[in-house]
């Protein structure tokens, strides 16, 4: 950074507004004493942004982090290791050296069970592995679909709402239709 301090008389003589008494001059451009002061109190952190693909690290104000974790909902701010409210940041008393990171939140709970389910159709059948809700989607899809959870045929509107256990055989069939055909 070039920055030149010129003496008060130089400064009047050149014809520039004096602030008290002295005047700075950085990349060319006259700034005043309170705007170096501000410009000293930007203190810049190093921040790890982690994301999908890995994380960054980046070189951000308080004012950007506090705008950045804000941007999106349920951001997690850790500083020093500590969690913190992403709303609070703005307002806090960083100190230099702080470790700062920005994490996406992470959503907990369990995976809906899976099932081993055999569809039977007119080619023959498949096998796929479905939740108990796409189980009862598939089976309310087509009228007259027939199902049969261990061998015991059920009512493919009941499948929903059952206690199916782990392992429970699950086979989704056509409707027979039976009777004489003139």
Excluded at 5 to 17: A, N, Q, Y
Excluded at 53 to 71: C, N, P, R
Excluded at 88 to 95: F, G, T, Y
Excluded at 137 to 166: C, H, I, K, P, Y
């Amino acid at each position: 950074m070039d920055v030149c301090v010129e003496r008060p008389s130089e400064v009047r003589r050149l014809g520039f507004v004096v602030e008290p008494f002295v005047r700075f001059f950085i990349w060319g451009q006259d700034i005043t004493i309170s705007q170096v002061k501000k410009m000293q109190k930007k203190t810049v952190f190093d921040v790890e942004i982690a994301d999908a693909s890995g994380h960054s690290v980046v070189q951000m104000s308080q004012e950007e982090i506090a705008e950045k974790a804000t941007q999106s909902q349920g951001t997690w701010v850790f500083v020093n290791d500590q969690l913190v409210n992403a709303s609070d940041v703005a307002a806090m008393n960083l100190e230099a050296g702080s470790r700062v990171r920005l994490m996406p939140g992470l959503i907990g709970g369990q995976d809906a069970p899976t099932f081993h389910v055999e569809i039977a159709d007119s080619t023959g059948h498949s096998s796929a592995v479905m939740t108990q809700a796409e189980i009862a989607e598939t089976a309310n899809r087509s009228a007259g679909t027939w199902v049969f959870v261990n061998d015991q045929l059920v009512n493919a509107s009941d499948v929903a709402a059952m206690n199916l256990e782990a392992g429970s055989r699950v086979r989704l069939m056509p409707g027979l239709i039976g009777g004489l055909f003139a």
